[in-house]
């Protein structure tokens, strides 16, 4: 069985990307949508970036973006993986020639299974905590048991985990990865380096609790 993938998402400060480093985690992630407390330009992002060794993933996130905006971002910072969190499709989000992952705010059941189709280009679909009006990052957990099983793509996990919860959605969801933002910071986009290394730790305990 493979083990959860981690990524650390909402990174503002290279003090908390070297962390996450630290901790073992397999990617972080950097918010380029302004209305976000976590986002990120793109001269902060190379100061981030350059803590960040290679083999550790670099995810740049995106809600509704224009084509420059994305493009622009690329061009000045070492971006490996794109995030995109709006109304983008397959074929705008296939265009910048990078992999990407495909959020989706579940409701039901069936949304799972239908975005995975909708987006054939897509790595992974991410599912986070559906909240009108807010693309992701709401803090809230949503019904774990909505996520079907045998996914036509691989899932990762998000909205509302901790370390005290991830145990118990790793078992519910066995998800291909988890993403936390919220639950290991001291405050909005300022992370809790403890937290980061409790919620690595918990997730490396529920593998080899629940995956071997």
Not at 81 to 100: A, M, N, S, V
Not at 156 to 168: F, Q, T
Request: glycine share 8%; charged share 25%; hydrophobic share 40%.
């Amino acid at each position: 069985m493979l083990r959860t993938r981690i990524k650390i998402c909402g990174i503002t400060r290279a003090e908390d990307a070297k962390a996450v480093v630290e901790s073992g985690a397999d990617a972080i992630g950097l918010v380029f949508y302004p209305p976000s407390p976590r986002g990120v330009t793109a001269t902060q992002a190379i100061d981030i970036v350059a803590a960040v060794p290679a083999f550790v993933t670099v995810t740049a996130l995106f809600v509704n973006p224009s084509v420059e905006e994305v493009q622009s971002v690329l061009d000045s910072v070492r971006i490996d993986l794109i995030q995109f969190h709006g109304d983008e499709d397959d074929d705008f989000c296939r265009q910048f020639k990078r992999p990407y992952i495909k959020a989706l705010r579940v409701r039901q059941a069936s949304d799972v299974v239908a975005s995975c189709l909708r987006f054939p280009g897509a790595l992974a679909i991410l599912l986070d905590s559906y909240k009108p009006g807010v693309p992701g990052g709401t803090g809230e957990t949503f019904d774990w048991t909505l996520v079907p099983e045998n996914p036509p793509k691989p899932l990762i996990l998000a909205g509302g985990l901790e370390p005290g919860n991830v145990a118990e959605a790793i078992s519910v969801v066995k998800p291909y990865a988890v993403d936390i933002s919220g639950g290991v910071e001291a405050a909005k986009g300022i992370k809790d380096h403890g937290k980061i290394a409790d919620f690595v730790k918990e997730v490396n305990r529920v593998d080899e609790h629940y995956r071997f």
